[in-house]
């Protein structure tokens, strides 16, 4: 029997923990779920025979290590700077490592003894990063078996809502992390366009969206990620003069919130003098001088809009313009933000996400240049089995059952860009329904 | 025989240390300056018979006890975060301490220590912050102890070009930090205006300038201070509806400063690729979406300017559209700036700077509301001999002799905003030439 633990029983670990226990009692395995709260950990379990619930702070070294020691693999769902605790028991007590999260570079510094101990320690082996590793790969690698000479790599992945339960103007709703959603893009955006790096700063990264169609879905705003350039080596694209990575979301978006970016809205680093004392209304006249008519009509002057145009519609629903008290205190704008939207862009119980992800690249061959698109797209089926929940979470338990099968020869500190890897997970997503379809332009 | 020891013998320290020396002998003082560069503490000094030279690695704490113990007022001239081991050392040895930086908490934490020894440490006792205190705070006063209900609180300050060296079209020149210059503003500029907060984020800064005419000088632009509320209470200006304080420029220099935040030129966050390799025009291409026309004129359309508009004419004298390399490796948009500043806007031999400063007071008496100006203006003779260095280190070499001739009760950590302090000051450096000229005027 092997033994699987699972660290963390958070909303995003169903998914991970539902596919291991589904494989748990043919494969002979044993799934144990710990978290520092053991209900929510036996919540997860529901009376499965495969599995038990484990009352774990993570932060006790001694208990971490017992039942660590119990096991044969490790999948750590924990917040990003808890696995490096995690990382070092695995490599004492000799267990694989699998999670979903960016690998750091003090992750990265265990390479040797991980591989010295034979262990593989895979990060980045869920969503986005994961199923955009492995899905880039795969079409990148079949393009250069045949020859093909690629000339432009972008990759585009969005969590959005379902068409069908898109009930809102700004057309999104959280699927994910709304801190992370408010603070997204700060910083400046670099990628490479016609073998030329290309900067935008945060300040107009929302303003320089493009649009990209998806086949059979229509058209989305892109707008360009931080990190375009991150993996241009570990996916052999150094040479090539066009590299993006970027966001989509619904027509419309962008726009908005770019005003939300210009007005100040989205800054987390001081905060709101009085936000327990005064309206939302109130705290727009804040980023507006003193001036004639009302705070909504100064605003869209400040902005250069119309007062009915569809960027103003979407502020006025978020009820910025209201006389109604903010009541928190010491908030920074980012903060205040995210709990108004937290109200506005909360998924109903019904609600479907929707996650699309789309690969473009170009290449040249036999002397003629092609585009292909390499597109998937999936719907949730509720507020809690979310697409975005199953696509975290699949490719780490898919992976689980890769390294008990002795399909995995890779050791050390990686992320899935090897065949071994990506090839069998994404054919097992397959049959639950993640699919990409390619279709394929001639340029010339 | 009184002892004085000044701490740093770098270009700023100049006006202090003659000060003190001119005062030496009548007075009967002996000042030592301390530095890394013995040479350069001597040079400063250069023979007179009241100072020497001492060298001082201010890191070395029994070097540096050694030295204090033999004082009896130390002035610290140090970059600011050096400021607190020279303090702790006072504290321990029971000297007086005199600095023209800004006040740091751990600073004013010492304020029991030094008021329980009855000693004075006095901060931001230089130009800005230093003669801004001093002079606002014998306004608000006189105002307040005729009967005056003060409603608007305004004060302006600018490190300026004398109008008789300007000769580039930016019509600024560094009398001052450059670094402090590129990153000036950065964050979210917070005021009080009609009662209310008010706020300017970064990105929108140099654009929201406004108009301040300083009697007898002109018009100047004006962009927030990022600290206006600061001194709100020590001023005892809490209740007061209006509070500004703001950076003066020439006419027309906000606006292309503007274009350079727009662009993305003066973040010192991340470094641009390749800096050693590519050309100012390839660094402002990479700003640029690809398409047709020249840098220039893609730049110009990007900032809504005309292609020979005054903001494109700075940047163009710049040099940003020239095949030259910037030839810095690893540098950061913001460093790569400031060089390029530094070649252009470097104080030749004979310019002269000018500082302004101007405090706007708005007040009732007797049913009437008035608004006052007090302004100052001050330029230097050279680029050695600047109106900032004087500025900066009169205050200090004068209150070093307040406090030896026994007119300083006050003890603890202060800034200079007390009568006993200004007063003198004040007076003391008008026979300097450093005069407020005040115009009142009716506002009904």
Redesign the interface.
Known sequence: MKNILIIGAGRSSTACINYCLSQAKKNGWFITVADASPELAEKRINGHPNGRSAWLDVNKKNDRKDLISRQDIVVSLLPAHLHLMVATDCIQLKKHLVTASYVSHEMYRLGDEARDASLIFMGEMGLDPGIDHMSAMKLLNEIRAKGGKISSFKSYAGGLIAPESDDNPWHYKFTWNPRNVVLAGQ??A?FY??G??????Y??LFK?YHLVDVPGMGEYEAYANRDSLLYREIYGVEGIPNILRATLRHRGFCDAWHALV???LT?G??P???ADKITYH?WM???L??GNGSVKERMAAFLGEEINSSVMKKLDWLGLFRKKKINLSQATPALILERLLLDKWTLKTKDKDMIIMQHEIEYELDGKRKLVKSSMVMKGNDSIDTAMSRLVGLPLGIFVKLIIEGRITTTGVNIPVMEEVYNPVLEELEEYGVEFKETEIDLD
């Open positions: 910083g400046t670099q366009e016609g030329k790096y290309k900067y935008i700063p300040s107009r320089e210009k007005i100040g800054d680093s001081y709101i003098h009085d109130e006249n804040a980023y001088p003193e």
